[in-house]
C-alpha cells in the first residue's frame, strides 16, 4: 500500500508526487526534463497528425507511420524516461537533481524500448525464435518498467505485477492449476518474449490506447486549463450557483464536473476547482471536513464523467469492442443522475447547518429558474445535436471534404467572441479573505470565456455528429483537431484581447507562448503515470492470454460467493476498492475488468441473468474511482485536507458517506440496464431519467436523515423503500407474474417460431462441465425470427436435434456467435448430453411501471407528515 501523505506538504506537493513528478532540478537537468515533455507532446501531435503518412508516401521512408506497433515503443520510452528523471526513486533520493543511477536506469530502460524499433524488420524475422539479446532487453525493459511504476504509481502496482508474473513461471507446479486452466508453465525465453517482444504483453491494447487516443485528451484537457478554460468552468459555476444556499459548495459540484470531463485526474481536479471553491466554502459555515469532502466527492465523480473518463472511455472501446459513441451514451445518464444527487445532499447539508449563499451584485437566479435552464438544457442539447447534423448536411455540398470552410466559420466565430470578451472585465480571484465573499455576474462571466467552449465543441461535432456522406471521426482524431484548435486559443486569445482593448500585444502574446508551453509540458506530466501504467498492466493482461490466470481467480471467487449473484459483484466491488487504494483509475479498471468480467458473466448467466458486458465493464471501473477518497489511502481526500486545513481521514469518511449514492449505481445498472439507455427509444430515456433522478434523491434524502424536515428513522426507511421501487419496479412485479413464459422440448420450438422477428429469446442450456463433468446451467440470448425457430438457431451457429422430446445441443464451431461462451465450457462427448432445458420468452403481463403509483403515494404521505415540522423554506 502507498505511504500516506502527510499533511504538512501542500496539494500542489501532492498532486506532483502522484501524478506530474516532484523531482525540479533548477539547472540544465530541470531543462531537459521539461523539454523531454515538450518533445513527447510534440510527437504524439505528429503520429495523431497525417504528416507521418505524407512523409512516407514522398520519401518511402515509415517515421512511426504505423501508430499501433513503433509509436507504442516510442511512447513507453518517454514515459520511462520521464518517470526516471521526474520521479525521485525513495523518499530521501534527491529532489534538486538527477542522481547517477537513475542516468543509468533511464538510458537502460530507454535503449530497451527502442531496441524494438531499430531492430524491428530482423525481430519480425525470428517470430518466437528469441535469441538472447532480445531476452537480455526483454529483461531489462521489465526491470526498468516496474521501478518506473514503483516510482511513480507506489508499490501495489509492482506487487501485482510481479505476482502475475510468478504465476506465468511457477503456476504450473500446481496440480489444482494444471486441472482449471490447462496451463503446464512457462520458460524465461517464452515469457519474457510474450510480454515484451509482442504485442500481446507489455505492448499491448491498453499501451495502444494509451498511445493513440488518451494522450491527446489529457494534452487537450492542459492545454485547455493552462489557458485559463479550468478558472472560466469555476468561474461560471460560481457565477451561476454561488448566491444559492450554500453556494460555493454546489459551484465546486458543477466545476469539478466540467473539469473532471477532461481532467482525467481526481487528484489534479480536487486542488484546481478546490484551490477556489474550499476557502469559499469554510467562509459561508462549512466545517473543514465537509468542505473538502464536498469537493473530493465532485472530483472523483469527474471521471464518471464522459469524454475522458479517467481515460477508461477509449479503453472500454477496445474491450467491449463497441463504437466510442456508444460508451458515451451508456456512460451520461448514471454521471448525470449522481452529480445531480450530489448537489442535492450538499443543499440538505445546507439547509441542516442553515446556511446562506454568496453575495452577488446585480439580479439572482432564482432556483426554479436554475432548474427551468438544466431541464431545458438537455432540449437544448438535443436541439443543437439535430442542429449540427442539418447544419452539417446543409455545409457538406458547400464543403465536400474540405476543411478550409469550416476553418473559416470557426475562425470568424472566435475573432467576434474574443472581441466580445475584450469588452468585458478580466474577473479575478476573491484575495480578501476578511470581506464577504461574492459571485461573479452569470452574463458577463459566461460570454468573458465563451471561446473556450469552441475546442469543446470541435471535439463533440467530430465524435458524434454524422451525415450521409460524412462519418464521424476516430476519437483520436476528434482530440487531435480540439487540441490543435485549443493551442491557437493558447496562443492568440490574450494578444487578440489585448489588440481589441489597445494594451500591450507584445506582452499578452509572450503570455500566450507560455500558456502553451507549460500546456505541452503538463499534458506530457500527466500522462507519465497512465504511461507506465498501462504497460505495467499489459504484463497482467498478457499473463491471462498466456496462461488462463483469470479461470482460477474466477474460481475462487465463484466459490467464496457460492454462486450468488450478489455475493459475487459485493466482493468484486470490495476487490475494485482494495485495488484502487494503490492502483490509479486506468490500472485499477484495466486489472479487475480483466480478472472479473468474465466471472460476472458467467455467474449471472448460470443465474439466469443476462448481463451486458458494457454494465460489467461500467460496474468495475464506478468502484475503481470511489476508491479515490476512501481511506486509509484515498489520495485525493489528503489534497483535499491540505486546502481545508481538516483531518484527511474524517474527509475521506465523509466524501465517501456522499459517494454512497455512486456506489448504489452499478448495482442499479446490473439489474435495470435501461439506466445505461441500452435498447430504449427516445421517449423511454426521458421517462428513466425523471424517474431514476426522483429515486435517487430520495436515496440521498434517507441517507441524510433530512428531506423536508429531520427524517424519523422509519421514514428514512420509507424514503429508501420508494427509491428502490422507483428504480426496480420489475422486483415486486416478478413477484405477482412471472417474468417469462417457459417451455421445455418441442413445444419450446413452437413457443420460439411464435415470437415476431428480432425478439429476444432466452435458452437456458444444461449440461456436463467441461472440466468437473458437473451439470452447469447458463443461460443465452438469441433473436427469433418469425415462424422458423431452426433457423433462429442456424443463425447463431446453434445446431440441435430431438431426441426423445429433449432438445439435444451439438458443439457450436469456432468462429460462430456463442463458441467462447458455451462452445468451449461444456463436454459435448460426455455420458450426459448437452442440452436446452427450456426457452423463454417475456410474458404478456402489467407494466412494471404500475408500482411508481403506490411509491409515488407513499412520497406524498411522507411529505404530508414532514411538512408541518419543517423549520425554513426549502430552498
Not at 179 to 192: D, Q
Not at 325 to 349: G, T, W
Not at 692 to 720: C, D, H, N, P
Amino acid at each position: 500500500m502507498v505511504d500516506q501523505p502527510s499533511l504538512e506538504r501542500t496539494a500542489d506537493d501532492m498532486v506532483a508526487e502522484a501524478d506530474t513528478g516532484a523531482r525540479a532540478p533548477a539547472n540544465w537537468q530541470g531543462t531537459l526534463i521539461l523539454g523531454t515533455c515538450i518533445a513527447w507532446s510534440v510527437f504524439q501531435l505528429y503520429i495523431a497528425s497525417r504528416v507521418p503518412t505524407m512523409l512516407a508516401q514522398a520519401t518511402g521512408i515509415s517515421f512511426f507511420a504505423n501508430v499501433i506497433t513503433q509509436a507504442r515503443f516510442i511512447h513507453l520510452a518517454f514515459a520511462i524516461a520521464l518517470a526516471t528523471m521526474a520521479f525521485p526513486l525513495t523518499r530521501s533520493a534527491p529532489r534538486d537533481r538527477i542522481p547517477a543511477y537513475d542516468w543509468a536506469l533511464m538510458v537502460l530502460g530507454v535503449a530497451a524500448c527502442l531496441y524494438l524499433v531499430v531492430f524491428r524488420d530482423d525481430i519480425a524475422t525470428r517470430p518466437g525464435l528469441w535469441s538472447t539479446s532480445d531476452l537480455a532487453m526483454s529483461a531489462i525493459g521489465m526491470g526498468v518498467l516496474m521501478i518506473s511504476v514503483w516510482r511513480s504509481l507506489g508499490l501495489p502496482l509492482v506487487i501485482i505485477a510481479c505476482a502475475f508474473i510468478a504465476f506465468a513461471f511457477f503456476g504450473g507446479y500446481s496440480e489444482w492449476v494444471r486441472n482449471i486452466t490447462n496451463y503446464g508453465g512457462s520458460s524465461l525465453h517464452k515469457a519474457l518474449g510474450h510480454y515484451w517482444m509482442q504485442t500481446e504483453g507489455v505492448f499491448g491494447v491498453a499501451l495502444g490506447v494509451s498511445t493513440s487516443m488518451i494522450f491527446l485528451f489529457v494534452l487537450f484537457g492542459a492545454l485547455l486549463d493552462r489557458a485559463g478554460g479550468g478558472n472560466w468552468f469555476i468561474q461560471v459555476a460560481i457565477a451561476l450557483l454561488g448566491a444559492l444556499r450554500g453556494g460555493p459548495a454546489k459551484a465546486s459540484v458543477l466545476s469539478s464536473m466540467l473539469t473532471g470531463m477532461i481532467s482525467g485526474s481526481s487528484i489534479a481536479n480536487t486542488v484546481t476547482t478546490g484551490t477556489f471553491t474550499i476557502p469559499l466554502m469554510k467562509r459561508i459555515g462549512f466545517p473543514a471536513e465537509k468542505a473538502g469532502a464536498v469537493e473530493v466527492a465532485s472530483s472523483t465523480n469527474g471521471q464518471l464523467t464522459p469524454p475522458v473518463m479517467g481515460a477508461a472511455a477509449f479503453l472500454m472501446v477496445e474491450y467491449v469492442n463497441i463504437p466510442y459513441i456508444d460508451v458515451v451514451k451508456h456512460a451520461f445518464l448514471p454521471a448525470v443522475i449522481s452529480y445531480i444527487a450530489l448537489l442535492y445532499i450538499v443543499h440538505l447539508e445546507s439547509l441542516k447547518m442553515g446556511l446562506k449563499g454568496l453575495e452577488k451584485p446585480g439580479r439572482k437566479i432564482g432556483v426554479l429558474m436554475i432548474l427551468i435552464l438544466f431541464l431545458s438544457g438537455f432540449i437544448v442539447l438535443g436541439a443543437l445535436a439535430f442542429l449540427m447534423v442539418g447544419l452539417r448536411t446543409v455545409l457538406d455540398p458547400v464543403m465536400g471534404e474540405s476543411v478550409y470552410a469550416a476553418v473559416a466559420v470557426i475562425a470568424v466565430l472566435y475573432v467576434v467572441l474574443v472581441r466580445f470578451a475584450a469588452g468585458l472585465p478580466e474577473i479575478h480571484e476573491d484575495d480578501d479573505p476578511t470581506a464577504p465573499p461574492k459571485a461573479p455576474r452569470l452574463t458577463p462571466t459566461l460570454i468573458g470565456g465563451l471561446y473556450f467552449a469552441i475546442p469543446i465543441f470541435i471535439l463533440v461535432w467530430n465524435l458524434m455528429v454524422r451525415t450521409d456522406t460524412l462519418d464521424r471521426l476516430s476519437p483520436a482524431l476528434s482530440a487531435f483537431w480540439a487540441a490543435v484548435f485549443m493551442m491557437i486559443i493558447a496562443l492568440t486569445h490574450r494578444p487578440l484581447k489585448a489588440m481589441f482593448r489597445g494594451h500591450d500585444v507584445g506582452a499578452e502574446a509572450r503570455a500566450g507562448w507560455g500558456d502553451f508551453i507549460n500546456g505541452l509540458i503538463l499534458g506530457a506530466r500527466n500522462m507519465i503515470g497512465i504511461g507506465v501504467a498501462t504497460g505495467a498492466a499489459g504484463i497482467i493482461v498478457g499473463t491471462i492470454s498466456l496462461t488462463g490466470a483469470h479461470q482460477v481467480i474466477g474460481t475462487v471467487i465463484e466459490v467464496i460467493s457460492g454462486g450468488n449473484l450478489m455475493i459475487l459483484l459485493i466482493l468484486v466491488a470490495i476487490l475494485s476498492l482494495i485495488l484502487g487504494m494503490g492502483l490509479p483509475t486506468t490500472a485499477n479498471y484495466i486489472v479487475v475488468s480483466s480478472l472479473m468480467a468474465p466471472v460476472i458473466l458467467t455467474v449471472g448467466a448460470q443465474a439466469g441473468l443476462v448481463v451486458p458486458l458494457i454494465a460489467v465493464h461500467m460496474f468495475v471501473f464506478y468502484f475503481g474511482i470511489l476508491a479515490d477518497d476512501t481511506p486509509p489511502v484515498g489520495l485525493a481526500a489528503y489534497a483535499a485536507a491540505a486546502i481545508s486545513r481538516g483531518d484527511p481521514i474524517k474527509t475521506g469518511l465523509q466524501g465517501f458517506a456522499y459517494d454512497i449514492r455512486t456506489a448504489l449505481l452499478p448495482f442499479l445498472f446490473i439489474f435495470n440496464t435501461d439506466l445505461l439507455l441500452i435498447d430504449v427509444t427516445l421517449f423511454h430515456a426521458v421517462v428513466i431519467f425523471f424517474v431514476a433522478l426522483l429515486a435517487m434523491l430520495l436515496f440521498a434524502a434517507a441517507t441524510q436523515g433530512y428531506f423536508i424536515a429531520k427524517s424519523r428513522i422509519w421514514e428514512s426507511a420509507v424514503l429508501l423503500l420508494i427509491a428502490f421501487t422507483l428504480f426496480r419496479p420489475g422486483f415486486f412485479l416478478d413477484m405477482v407474474e412471472d417474468p417469462y413464459v417457459t417451455a421445455s422440448g418441442p413445444a419450446a420450438l413452437e413457443l420460439m417460431a411464435d415470437e415476431p422477428d428480432d425478439t429476444l429469446i432466452r435458452l437456458n442450456i444444461e449440461g456436463p462441465d467441461f472440466d468437473t463433468g458437473k451439470m452447469r446451467p447458463t443461460t443465452i440470448q438469441i433473436p427469433a425470427v418469425a415462424g422458423n425457430a431452426e433457423a433462429a438457431l442456424d443463425a447463431q451457429g446453434l445446431t440441435v436435434m430431438d431426441d426423445g422430446g429433449a432438445l439435444v445441443l451439438d458443439e457450436p464451431f469456432p468462429g460462430t456467435p456463442f463458441f467462447d461462451q458455451i462452445g468451449t465450457e461444456y463436454d459435448y462427448y460426455g455420458d450426459q448430453p448437452v442440452v436446452i432445458s427450456a426457452v423463454q420468452v417475456e410474458n404478456e403481463r402489467l407494466p412494471k411501471e404500475i408500482f411508481f403509483i403506490p411509491a409515488l403515494l407513499l412520497l406524498a404521505g411522507v411529505v404530508m407528515i414532514q411538512r408541518p415540522r419543517a423549520t425554513q423554506p426549502a430552498f
